[in-house]
């Protein structure tokens, strides 16, 4: 039986009651209402105790990895709940006597000494709050590196409510996988020591050194019947014609440059599907019905908008973003931050964020892996784009083959058309076009 109930057009609280055997009283109560006279339509109304007043508390890493085996005191209501965190980092559900019910998360330390690590207020409806250590230390001096070519718009190249913000009170937890860095003279890349899913090393262990060279630029260019220069100025406007990011593994193993797209993530994972609005349909965006993905909690990598481009904006008010405000992990971030929110995201859904990303020297959406070459899958779309410059290179050429009106824009080197199906019907805001004609001319 159904533990809601969504007020139809001409009920009343008390039609409500007698359907599921309880008194209007019982039902105002729970749903701590200030008129039961004054229902709305399509107004969502608790059944029961257990539903409306239920707090679970979930214990993440900051990379999202669940914190298993930690003994926890809830207090609550004049009580006190020890439990220990399961497999998924989970405590046991525990109900509130109302929705006004303060809620107090202690852990114990080794010594047994008791530390506060958050706390929140109940709330109508089942609760998730979720503690995200942020306690992953970057050992080590950082090699420089520009953060610039990681902060750009999404491109149809590379482009096809609110829940609980997941920040806890109180200090961090110990993480379960701390993270490593150190400074690499080769490449001037950094070296993360990190705990990799297997997954996501199974296709990064494809990379192999294999430059473009001149030779390749003919003969991709040859096959769209093209100037090879037009490829070149894509090259170096999306990428500033480097393929691989400063990031590696201990191993050495280079890996790809990557954008990360949360709106996108979210929109893989929505209730609403994963197409895109339409003129008929809106099915994406603050406050649209169903616009909901189970890893909103979580805004930082899903959230119905987008990361904002330009670092200015850092503290103006949004009503777009998570909190109504920019805040730094609503900017598209540099590369180390784009590959901390990929793993974050692999964890949740590793198809989902491997389509949300952008990749290589020509940043192509994982989501695009169909239309940019003979691919069953993102998965063996990003396995190529870990391969090497050589391959994405390939890759681009494939991607332009399959849209015959990009192909004509670049035979033609119609720059506003080439913006227009490469990086959308917004490339004029970013000087696409412009960009494109002068990297054109300074080759």
Known sequence: MSQTHTVAKGETLSSIARHYGKTPGELAEINALPNPDKLKTGQLLYLSKEEANAVQVLLLDALRYPI?????????????????TDARGMLPKIITANIASAVEVWVENKASALKKIGST?????HQWFTLISPGIKLMAELAAHDEGQAQKKITPANSAQKMHHGKAEGQAIQPGHPVKKRKSQAHNTEVLEMEVPQGLIDLFKH?????????????EANILICDPKVLKAIHHVESSGSGFSQMQLKDGTRLPKILFERHLFHRLTCGNGPLPNSKKHKRHGIGVAGCQSPHDQDPDICWPSGYILSRKKLGEENARMP???????DLYGNERANYFKLLKA?????EAALK????????????????????????????????????QLTILRQFIDKNSRLRKAVQDKDWD?????YNGPKYAENHYQIKLKEAYEKL
């Open 68 to 84: 298993e085996g930690l003994t926890c005191h809830l207090k609550f209501d004049d009580k006190v709940i020890v439990a220990k």
């Open 121 to 125: 207020v109940s709330g109508l409806g």
């Open 417 to 421: 058309k080439i913006a227009y199906h």
């Open 207 to 219: 990379y192999r050194d294999e430059p473009v060279t001149e030779e390749s630029w003919k003969i």
């Open 356 to 391: 949300a990303c952008s990749w290589g020297a020509f940043q192509i959406l994982g989501m695009n892996y169909a239309i940019a070459g003979d691919y069953d899958n993102a998965q063996l779309f990003v396995r190529d784009m870990c391969t090497s410059e050589a391959k």
């Open 323 to 329: 909190d109504g405000v920019v805040e730094k992990s």
């Open 346 to 350: 692999y964890r949740l859904n590793p």
